[in-house]
């Protein structure tokens, strides 16, 4: 199956978790791929289960990495048709808890970050008349949770700055989307797990049944099938959907 016929594609944190899952479908599918991250370790694992894939180092908080990093990605397999906003970070805290460092962290990883990367491709796919943004939010993007309001905000954020773009790109053959997982089976899910557990004496599968509860489907979503919405997201047939904020969640939201 061929349906993304050797469009480059880079994805951001793409590593690990649904990052990877993502990379690894775009890739069967016959996407050029380049997976960006921090840790050479981790990006040559997942370089062994991805062969043909590329990968370059990039800290998404650092506008000089990412500025060589997609410089780089530009020389080694040409334009970049598909981005994919995928890496993110959250923490946890009370309202009353988070202070404005905390505040700056989530928007620095998971708003700004959006920004700098999509702003680093749009010219060249504007020019093409072809291109795909597709930002990897949150179900906390559309809605509350507690003890995650600065996380909640850089994602609401990055959803508006997806749905900006969007009505800028429309005519120019561009589109612009968000895929909101809900809690997903990865690193980040597990990380909190043990962290609520740890803090609060509960068990870790009295915390899970928590998470899992919100989800009507009682269960977590696993990576791929994030990465399904987002291969469809990326191909011809989705040229119509735009400035849509999708949910991946069991019909959490609606
Ligand atoms: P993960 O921790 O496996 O993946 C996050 C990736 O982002 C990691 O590879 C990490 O190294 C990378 N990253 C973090 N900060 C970075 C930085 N400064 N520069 C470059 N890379 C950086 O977790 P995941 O669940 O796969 O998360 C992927 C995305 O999905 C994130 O944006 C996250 O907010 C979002 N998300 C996750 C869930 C969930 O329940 N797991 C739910 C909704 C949304």
Not at 107 to 134: D, F, K, Y
Not at 195 to 220: C, F, I, S, W
Not at 228 to 237: F, H, I, K, R, Y
Request: glycine letters at 12%; aromatic letters at 4%.
């Amino acid at each position: 199956m061929s349906h993304l016929e050797g469009r480059h594609a880079v994805i951001t944190g793409g590593a690990s978790g649904i990052g990877a899952a993502v990379a690894t479908a775009l890739a069967d599918a016959g996407g050029r791929v380049t997976v960006m991250g921090r840790d050479p370790v981790r990006l040559e694992r997942f370089l062994a289960t991805c062969p043909g894939a590329r990968s370059i180092i990039c800290d998404v908080t650092d506008e000089g990495s990412i500025g060589q990093a997609f410089a780089q990605a530009r020389i080694e397999l040409g334009p970049v048709d598909i981005l994919v906003n995928n890496a993110g970070a959250v923490e946890s805290a009370s309202f009353q808890g988070t202070d404005v460092d905390m505040l700056d962290r989530m928007l620095a990883v998971n708003t700004r970050a959006v920004l700098v990367c999509t702003n680093a491709v749009l010219p060249a796919m504007i020019e093409a008349g072809w291109g795909r943004i597709i930002t990897v939010a949150s179900t906390a993007g559309l809605k509350g949770y507690p003890y995650i309001a600065a996380y909640a905000a850089a994602k609401h954020a990055a959803i508006g700055l997806m749905r900006a773009l969007a009505m800028e790109v429309a005519a120019k053959g561009v589109t612009a989307n968000a895929v909101c997982p809900g809690y997903t089976d990865t690193e980040m899910v597990s990380q909190a797990l043990d962290d609520v557990t740890a803090r609060t004496g509960k068990t870790r599968e009295e915390v899970l049944a928590r998470y899992v509860a919100g989800n009507p489907q009682g269960r977590l979503v696993e990576p791929e099938e994030v990465a399904d919405t987002v291969l469809w997201l990326a191909g011809d047939g989705a040229s119509a959907i735009n400035g849509q904020a999708i949910a991946i969640a069991g019909g959490e939201v609606g």
